[in-house]
C-alpha cells in the first residue's frame, strides 16, 4: 500500500488529469554536468569545457571516469580562489586556458563552455566568453555555451541546455519537402537501428540531433517535424517550435508499444502506408516482444517505486507496468512537463502516486512504508535502502546504458529484473 502523508511542506494540488503530489524540500539529484558523459562520446568533434571548482573536476572525473580514453574531450577550467574572490580577471584565465587547449587539440570543431554553480555564482558571462572566443577562432571552431550547474537543476536538464544552446548553431532549413529530425542523444547502435526502421518505410530525409559531428548539423525550419528520444528536452522543444519545427506526439521509444507508437507518429505524419508500416517493424517489434516474455516472469506482480531522478520516470513507469505486468507504486519525477509526458502518464493506473519535485525525507518514509520490490533511485540512496533491505536500481545507469527501441527492449527489462534476482539470492 502507498502511504501519502501530507504536511504542510506538502500538498496535493488539482490537475487536469490527475492528482499530483508535489513536494519542495531536500532533494538528492546530481547537476547537469554529467550529461557531458554521454554527450562527449556523442559529438565526436566537440570538447567540454567546464568552468567550476575542484568539486566539478571530481564529479565530472569519477562519473566518466570509468572509460579510457587517450585524449578525454573534456576538462575543467578550476576556478581558484582569487577568480572567485575577483582578485582575477576571470576572462584572461579562460582565453588563455581555451588557447593552450587549441594548441594542443587543433581537431576541435565545437567547444562548449560549461557554466557551473561557482561561475554563476561570481556571474561570470559565458555567452560574452563564447562570442569572443568565436570571433577569435571562427568559422573552423564554434564556441557555444550553456549552464550544467546544480542550483534547482537536475542532470538531464544539461542535455537539454546543451542541444538547445546548439541550435543556434543549426541552419534553417530552406527545402519546402517535409523532413524528420529525432532529438535526443542516442547511441550510434541505437541511431543506425532507428535509420534503418526510417528507411525501410521509405522517409526520405531523415536526421538526428545531435549529429555524431557538428559539421553534420541538420537544416531545421518550419517544415521539420521532430520526435523526441528524450522527455527531459523542454528548453530544446520550445526553441524547435520557435523555428516553427513541428513537434510530432507520441510514447517515448522504450518497450515494444512505446517503440511501436514511437515510430507510427512519424509514419503517420509523413502518408506511410499502414501495411507497409507493419510489414516493417511486425519482425522488430516480434523479436522485442519475445525478449520481454523473458523478463515477464520475472518481474510481474512486483512493486516499484521510482525517486526524481532523470525524468525518464513517467515513461518508464508506463514500460514497466504496460510491459513487464509491474505493480507501479509512485512515480516521483523532478520535474512534470505535461505536455511531453503526459501520454505516458495517463496511461498509469489511477492508484499511482505521482509526484514531482521531492521532499527526500517524506518520499523515504512513503518509500520505507510501501517496501517495494524494487526502488529506482540516485545513487546517494541506493546504498542507504539496500542496507534496510530494499532491492534497489541506480536510475543513472538507465540513462547511460542503450534502452530506446525494439532491440534494447529486453535489456531494458533485464536493468529492472537483475537487482530482483540479485536481491532473492542474498536473501537465500
Ligand atoms: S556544477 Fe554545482 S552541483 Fe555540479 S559539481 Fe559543480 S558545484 Fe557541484
Known sequence: MTVLDLTPRTAIQPAARRTVLRERGQREVFCGLTGIVWLHRKIQDAFFLVVGSRTCAHLIQSAAGVMVFAEPRFATAIMEERDL???????????????????????????????????????????????RLSGRYGPNLRVVNYSGSGIETTFTQGEDACLAALLDEVPVDPSTEASLVVVGTLPDIVEDQF?????????????????????????????????????????????????????????????????????????????????????????????ARRSLE?????????SIFFFPDSQLEP?????????????????????????????????????????????????????????????????????PLEAEGLATKWSIELVFSPIHGFDQAGDLAGLFARPITRHDLLRV
Not at 90 to 110: K, T
Not at 231 to 236: A, H, I
Not at 295 to 302: N, Q, S, V
Not at 325 to 354: F, I, Q
Request: aromatic share 6%.
Open 315 to 383: 515513461s518508464l513507469a508506463r514500460f514497466v507496468a504496460e510491459e513487464l505486468d509491474m505493480r507501479v507504486l509512485e512515480v516521483g519525477t523532478p520535474y512534470l512537463n505535461r505536455t511531453l509526458v503526459g501520454c505516458e502518464t495517463d496511461r498509469l493506473s489511477a492508484d499511482v502516486v505521482l509526484s514531482e519535485g521531492q521532499d527526500v525525507d517524506r518520499q523515504l518514509d512513503r518509500c520505507r512504508a510501501a517496501r517495494p520490490d524494487l526502488t529506482v533511485c540516485g545513487l546517494g540512496l541506493a546504498n
Open 195 to 287: 535509420q534503418r526502421l526510417f528507411d525501410a518505410m521509405g522517409l526520405p530525409r531523415v536526421a538526428f540531433f545531435p549529429p555524431r559531428r557538428s559539421t553534420q548539423m541538420p537544416a531545421i525550419g518550419p517544415n521539420t517535424r521532430f520526435l523526441l528520444a528524450q522527455p527531459f528536452l523542454g528548453e530544446t522543444t520550445q526553441k524547435l517550435e520557435g523555428r516553427g519545427a513541428q513537434r510530432l506526439a507520441a510514447l517515448f521509444p522504450f518497450g515494444a508499444n512505446g517503440t511501436t507508437a514511437w515510430l507510427r507518429a512519424a509514419a503517420e505524419a509523413f502518408g506511410v502506408d499502414m501495411a507497409r508500416f507493419e510489414a516493417v517493424i511486425a519482425p522488430a517489434r516480434d523479436r
Open 294 to 302: 523473458r523478463h515477464r516472469g520475472k518481474l510481474a506482480g512486483k
Open 85 to 131: 574572490a575577483g582578485m582575477a580577471d576571470a576572462n584572461e584565465e579562460l582565453d588563455r586556458v581555451v588557447s593552450e587547449l587549441l594548441a594542443r587539440r587543433p581537431d576541435i570543431r565545437v567547444l562548449f563552455l560549461v557554466g557551473s554553480c561557482p561561475s554563476e555564482v561570481i556571474k561570470l558571462d559565458l555567452s560574452r566568453a563564447a562570442q
